[in-house]
């Protein structure tokens, strides 16, 4: 739904075969799995253990003498095994469906809507006609009153095409578009070179007149997804090291480019200072001196070049400080996307030490309470990730802080969630809060 809702404007009236839009919504679908997977093993773990606490099968082994973390030994395992494979997902499967779908989407978006000529309005869509249909019959192949532009010729419109009643269909293999006019006539005007420039033209009057248009520029096109290789969204990590290594040594040589074409403007730095002393007894003179002893039009120009040569410097060091920010800002997206590979698998196994003894701790299966504790815990988890990674992005805090911010907040939770499990804490059992209220209470009334 969240994929149809951004995208149906670029879909919508395009024509697109059913297949075109399967496929389409396929490769959104890879992109959805590190939100669903997450969420998906916090909540298995919830319900199943919540299932085992509801049917006592819990306290039937802790009363044998199991301990909470060796009855959850095998779905640790199995939880290992799920950050294994979304470790190899995010990595190998993940950036080759995002660069499937961006080449796919850029198709559809330049798609050309699909062909509606509607009665009374000018339909432009077909490159160099103008054309306009007065009235259709229900069959949708019968028209009336066809007022064609032609300017295929460059020359504006210059060929006018006027029928009283027609026929509108395509071929076979629909590759043109036939109006097959009855009772028409067609105006052209002649390209005059004389100097006199007389306006000529020819007038054809027809019976029955053929007009094709092509229509394979309605068809699909599929880009190569060469173009869209290069972006973050698309590298694996080892492509995205190889490029972080490579946008890394461009801002160290833009550094060095830029040091070398301030060096320039500062003259001064290699200035003979004492050439401006003055000699015999004014030794003491700097170099304001003999500014001041200048003529007037002589230190307005050396004032003029001085403020140009700021200005220069001033222009070069925005242009430079523009492209330092690009360049770092590529440098933390491609970070943020490395270090998502690892949080993405990390997530899996962390939010599963928060579910599963969550479960054991409320002793509650089924879709009920499971999925509100899920959601909550998940929601969480999505808004630490997305706000540690906007703070990367402006610089506050690195991208590797950013990325793991959610991982670092919830592992603790994790932890103590799975050390109340294992001694049995009722922290999440109405009954006893409740009873500490009234404990309170009657301590209250006794003071």
Not at 112 to 126: C, M, Q, S, T
Request: proline fraction near 2%; aromatic fraction near 14%.
């Amino acid at each position: 739904m969240q994929f149809l809702w951004k995208y149906v404007d670029d879909m919508v009236g395009k024509g697109l075969e059913w297949n075109i839009i399967a496929e389409l919504i396929f490769y959104a679908s890879a992109s959805f799995v590190p939100l669903a997977l997450p969420l998906a093993v916090l909540l298995s773990s919830i319900m199943t253990l919540g299932n085992y606490g509801e049917n006592y099968e819990l306290i039937a082994a802790k009363a044998a003498g199991i301990s909470l973390l060796r009855f959850m030994a095998s779905l640790v395992v199995a939880a290992l095994l799920i950050s294994v494979g979304a470790f190899v997902f995010s990595n190998n499967i993940l950036p080759r469906a995002n660069l499937k779908f961006a080449a796919l989407l850029y198709d559809v978006r330049h798609q050309k809507p699909a062909l509606n000529i509607r009665e009374g309005v000018f339909y432009n869509e077909i490159e160099g006609f103008s054309i306009r249909v007065g009235k259709k019959e229900a069959d949708n192949r019968t028209i009336y009153d066809i007022l064609v532009y032609d300017h295929t010729s460059g020359q504006g419109n210059d060929q006018v095409l006027i029928a009283r009643k027609g026929e509108m269909f395509m071929t076979a293999d629909e590759r043109f578009l036939v109006f097959r006019l009855y009772d028409g006539s067609q105006y052209t005007e002649l390209k005059d070179e004389t100097p006199e420039r007389t306006f000529n033209h020819l007038i054809t009057h027809f019976k029955v007149w053929e007009k094709y248009f092509d229509l394979s520029q309605f068809a699909m096109r599929r880009t190569d997804d060469k173009f869209w290789r290069n972006h973050y969204e698309m590298l694996n990590v080892r492509q995205l090291k190889a490029a972080m290594d490579s946008i890394r040594m461009e801002i160290n040589q833009k550094i060095t480019d830029y040091s070398r074409n301030m060096d320039q403007y500062y003259t001064f730095r290699n200035f003979n200072w004492d050439s401006l002393r003055l000699s015999g007894s004014g030794a003491d003179s700097c170099w304001v001196l003999r500014f001041q002893s200048k003529s007037r039009q002589e230190q307005i120009d050396i004032i003029n070049k001085a403020m140009s040569i700021s200005r220069s410097v001033k222009s070069l060091a925005g242009v430079a400080q523009r492209d330092m920010q690009f360049r770092r800002k590529s440098l933390v997206k491609h970070e943020l996307a490395y270090n998502r590979k690892f949080t993405f698998s990390v997530a899996c196994l962390v939010l599963f030490f928060i579910g599963a003894p969550m479960g054991a701790i409320i002793r509650i299966g089924g879709l009920g309470m499971p999925l509100i504790i899920a959601v909550i815990f998940f929601v969480l988890f999505h808004v630490f990730t997305m706000s540690g990674q906007k703070i990367a992005e402006s610089g506050v805090i690195t991208a590797v802080q950013g990325s793991w911010l959610a991982t670092v907040v919830l592992l603790p939770i994790g932890i103590f969630l799975t050390y109340k499990a294992m001694r049995d804490s009722s922290l999440f059992s109405m009954d006893w809060y409740y009873q500490l209220i009234k404990r309170w209470m009657r301590l209250k009334n006794n003071l």
